[in-house]
Nanobody
């Protein structure tokens, strides 16, 4: 049974930093690409960044620079660093394999506000 568990979201002030984590189980994590998605209030879920099984990162338009995706295959974990947080980064963040979507986890809430 596939399980994706996101964590690390919280209330952060504009300009702040967050590190999100996604622990995967029930899949061959090291062989899969992993992506981070964001669902802003009232909007559809969209891909923020993805990382290949060989550690090559890709970012959605305008996401590179403030977001950094990484992975640790020894821990079956993907990470998303958010630097210089902005209010428009607010939303629920999810992880998944962008090329073979699995059951979605509960996500982790990020709120950027002063």
């Amino acid at each position: 049974q596939v399980q994706l568990v996101e964590s690390g979201g919280e209330l952060v002030q504009p300009g702040g930093f967050l590190r999100l984590s996604c622990v995967a189980s029930g899949i061959d994590f090291s062989r899969r690409s992993m992506g981070w998605y964001r669902q802003a209030p009232g909007k559809e879920r969209t891909l923020v960044a993805r990382i290949t099984s060989t550690d090559v990162p890709y970012y959605a338009h305008l996401m590179e620079g403030r977001f950094a995706i990484s992975r640790d295959n020894t821990k079956n974990t993907a990470y998303l660093n958010l630097n210089d947080a902005k209010p428009e980064d607010t939303g629920v963040y999810y992880c998944n394999d962008p090329f073979d979507i699995q059951s979605w986890g509960q996500g982790t809430q990020v709120t950027v506000s002063s």
